[in-house]
């Protein structure tokens, strides 16, 4: 898979480009966890939710937020992070014009900066957040919810515990014109350790889920 170095706000970015062969096809950015808890693109969660993407026709980019990997710059509290996600949007665009369908999918930190650039960009029309940790960060920008997504979490999680995300859910589906699927993984942890039991489950869901949105008209 190709190695790619674009431009972000603080200068250059390390990235994972997936593309696919046919020029229209659909596009998706994948957000990694936490840069100051180990969190990068090669993630367990993020390499199987970005070739999840790939496998259902998507040209997929993954890259490390700044100071992370080769990336350049220093940790930015998520301000510079989101600045950071719309660079890769930006070029994963750029290489990609004619795609109709836009999503973004992220990890726990990734899921909150990937909710917040949602906001912000309106050609976005799907997301997945993979356990949002909604006990450490305000969600409540999402006010309404531009587009119709799926959470995911563990129920055994103590990073972000379930019922934080619940609550979370709750608000969401209070807004109307959109629909939030929330799916809760039996067991797992806030890391989807156990490959059989957890992780296999939490792919196969959100495939089964993206397959589902692409075929519908709606956001």
């Known amino acids: 898979m ?18 696919q062969k046919d020029r229209d096809a659909p596009i998706a950015i994948v957000l990694h966890p936490h840069p100051q808890f180990g969190g990068t693109m090669n993630n367990k969660v993020v390499y199987n939710l970005h070739y ?9 980019l993954r890259f490390n937020f700044r100071g992370v990997g080769r990336s350049q710059g220093e940790y930015d509290l998520g301000i510079g992070e989101l600045s950071d996600a719309a660079s890769a949007l930006d070029y994963l665009q750029a290489q990609n014009q004619n795609a109709k369908h836009c999503w973004v999918a992220g990890f726990s930190f990734g ?14 029309t799907g997301f997945v957040s993979v356990a949002p940790p ?5 969600f409540s920008f999402l006010a309404p919810c531009p587009s119709s997504g799926l959470v995911i979490n ?10 934080d995300t619940l609550n979370l859910v709750n608000k969401l589906h209070e807004q109307k014109g959109i629909t939030i699927t929330h799916t809760q993984i039996d067991g797992a942890d806030h890391f989807f350790r156990d490959e059989e039991a957890h992780m296999k489950p939490m792919i196969d869901t959100v495939s089964n889920y993206v397959r589902r949105r692409l075929t519908e008209t709606t956001r």
């Open 2 to 19: 190709p190695e790619v170095i674009f431009a972000g706000p603080e200068g250059r970015l390390e990235g994972r480009y997936h593309p």
């Open 52 to 60: 999840a993407f790939y496998n259902l026709g998507f040209s997929v």
């Open 111 to 124: 899921a909150w900066i990937g909710m917040q650039l949602l906001m912000r960009r309106p050609e976005i």
């Open 134 to 138: 909604a006990n450490m960060y305000d």
């Open 154 to 163: 563990g129920t055994a999680d103590k990073v972000a515990p379930p019922k």
